[in-house]
């Protein structure tokens, strides 16, 4: 993920002075544990102005608003409580060429600053500080004791200091091209890293473009640069220089991330850097977000399919024993009519079958006598029946949750990388369904507002109805009870995992072989079965479609179904679905 550098904080705050400045101060909310949002009004706009210190995506930029949960962070409670109804009158720089930028807030335009945010923007030492007019620290976003740091710690009461001053050289527009170039080449080396050595204010990833608009290698030397190579590197160098000055920044995308300069720019770029910022860490954070959620549902689906595939297997085994309960009693039985052959001491006594007349060998404990044998051997016989009628509900109970984790995991499967929000939505869904039925345990978990769930996902059928698929056990059960309707068709992958599919039809409409076969595709891609050439699938009526008592979410029976067989390699060919 690329950091927010020297460069685009300035492009930043460039945006932010010219466009919300003044403005007031109506609201806090914390987004999460990095990212505290201002709700700003000026006289013609209003807005959300995200102050992040991740570790990763520490950043200034206007965003959307804020979710409609509770916010129950301390930090963004004690700037609510200071700076609420104040005016933001200045954002400025604390010092040349350093990462902090310093809020002001006023009663009002043109007094006295009265409360300062200091937002140091650097990288994993990132934070945000607010201080009274005097400089002491009233809160901080992350606290720093003495034992953490003994060069600056920051602690409510202390008095507000800079972070250590960097020692390197300060780029300026005025040096002369033989001075630059010497300062760069001291050391022979890879160019990045000289320039990065020799000045502040450069980030690796503006070193690079630098150096790869001037029309060379990124990994070239300073020992391999002839004099018109210098000569171009230079004039990018004072390019950059020139926009700072100016601050004419152009904004865009990149082929590895996002420019304020314009170089390396591709495709349709924001309008401004706000607009880039908020879309460009967003986007990141939201791919990292959905890695990370999707390796952690996945790890617990795999733990808890392998407990119960041996908690199964363990069943399996006791009912294969229960089996030979008959044959226990048989043997009883022979034992019983051929009492007269038993001698004591026997281990074991050979008799003929009552049916066949086959010799049947029946163990015997020598301390006990020909009836007592009989007994032992009845006991077993009703031990290992009530051991089946114990073990049969309990073994489709494991069945049943087998299932259902299947389906969960077949849910997973449908969205392997991230594409979009929607996509992180769903995962969130599906952890919250988990939290819910008690197989994840999330301590602050709140369950979401009704009206976020995500959308199905839609199709247009070659006949042009309708197609909705279900994302996820929660879509399809809305999909199947709540969406569907004595009109519409529901399939889905015969004792295969997958999703619902309600094909939408009019009243009166009834849909061809081409419409059914094309369903039927997209049923058997979005089901466990994705890989395979040829899966059965089933469709009915919604009406025929049942929910039993008690059955976890997404698991249904029907009953008047027939079946098709889907082509999920068809489905991928026509829609350009993922393989």
Same mark, same amino acid.
């Given at each position: ?15 932010? %002075? ?6 007031? !101060? +109506?609201?806090?909310?914390? @987004?999460? *544990?990095?990212? /505290? &949002? =201002? ?125 250590? %001053? ?6 300026? !527009? +005025?040096?002369?091209?033989? @001075?630059? *170039?010497?300062? /760069? &080449? =001291? ?141 226990? *009693?048989?043997?009883?039985? =022979? ?245």
């Amino acid at each position: 993920m690329q950091p927010v550098d020297y460069t685009t904080l300035m492009a930043s705050c460039s945006e932010l %002075r010219t466009n919300w400045l003044p403005a007031r !101060l +109506e609201q806090v909310y914390q @987004r999460d *544990r990095f990212t /505290v &949002s =201002l709700a700003l009004r000026t006289l013609n706009r209003r807005g959300w102005l995200d102050i992040s210190w991740h570790p990763q995506a520490a950043r200034l930029c206007v965003s959307s608003p804020p979710p409609r949960v509770p916010d129950t962070f301390t930090f963004s409670d004690q700037l609510r409580h200071q700076l609420g109804g104040l005016a933001l009158v200045a954002i400025a720089e604390v010092s040349p060429w350093e990462r902090v930028i310093d809020f002001q807030f006023a009663k009002r335009p043109g007094e006295p600053a009265l409360w300062h945010l200091y937002v140091e923007i650097m990288s994993k030492y990132s934070n945000v500080i607010l201080a009274g007019k005097d400089n002491a620290i009233v809160t901080a976003a992350h606290q720093v004791s003495s034992q953490q740091s003994s060069v600056r710690p920051i602690q409510t009461g202390d008095r507000y200091e800079l972070p250590p %001053r960097l020692t390197d050289p300060i780029p300026k !527009l +005025e040096e002369p091209l033989e @001075r630059w *170039r010497e300062r /760069v &080449s =001291l050391i022979p080396g890879s160019v990045k890293k000289q320039l990065l050595k020799s000045y502040r204010g450069l980030s690796s990833s503006l070193a690079i473009s630098m150096i790869e608009v001037a029309g060379l290698d990124q990994n070239c030397t300073t020992e391999s640069l002839n004099n018109a190579e210098w000569e171009r590197l230079f004039q990018r160098w004072r390019e950059w220089l020139h926009t700072l000055e100016t601050e004419e920044f152009k904004p865009g995308r990149t082929q590895t991330g996002y420019t304020v300069t314009g170089w390396g720019k591709i495709g349709e770029s924001p309008a401004t850097v706000q607009e880039l910022l908020d879309e460009y860490y967003t986007e990141e954070l939201n791919r990292q977000e959905f890695k990370q959620l999707r390796h952690q549902i996945s790890q617990k689906l795999n733990t808890l399919l392998k407990k119960l595939g041996v908690k199964l297997q363990g069943f399996c085994d006791r009912l294969q024993q229960s089996d030979d309960a008959d044959l226990y *009693r048989g043997q009883a039985d =022979l034992l019983m009519a051929h009492l007269h052959e038993w001698e004591p001491g026997m281990k074991a006594i050979k008799l003929a079958d009552f049916e066949t007349g086959e010799p049947v060998k029946i163990p015997l404990d020598p301390e006990k006598n020909a009836v007592q044998n009989a007994q032992s051997l009845y006991k077993r016989h009703q031990k290992l029946k009530r051991a089946r009628v114990a073990i049969e509900p309990l073994m489709k109970a494991v069945k049943d949750e087998i299932d259902y984790l299947e389906q969960v995991e077949a849910a997973i499967a449908q969205t392997p990388t991230y594409q979009k929000p929607a996509d992180l939505q769903t995962l969130k869904e599906i952890r919250g369904e988990l939290i819910e039925e008690g197989y994840l345990s999330v301590p602050d978990y709140r369950k979401p507002a009704a009206g976020t769930e995500t959308e199905f996902y839609r199709y247009r059928t070659p006949g042009g109805f309708e197609l909705l698929v279900g994302r996820n056990n929660q879509q399809n059960d809305r999909l199947t009870s709540q969406v569907a309707t004595d009109y519409d068709l529901w399939f889905h992958t015969q004792e295969i995992p997958g999703s619902h599919v309600l094909l939408r039809l009019p009243p009166g409409e009834v849909p061809d072989d081409t419409d059914l076969q094309f369903v039927a595709n997209v049923t058997a891609y979005y089901s466990r079965a994705r890989q395979s050439e040829q899966v059965p699938v089933i469709y009915t009526h919604p009406k025929h479609v049942y929910k039993p008592k008690g059955a976890k979410p997404g698991m249904v029976i029907y009953k008047h179904e027939r079946v098709l067989w889907g082509a999920p390699q068809q489905a991928i060919q026509v829609l350009g679905l993922e393989v």
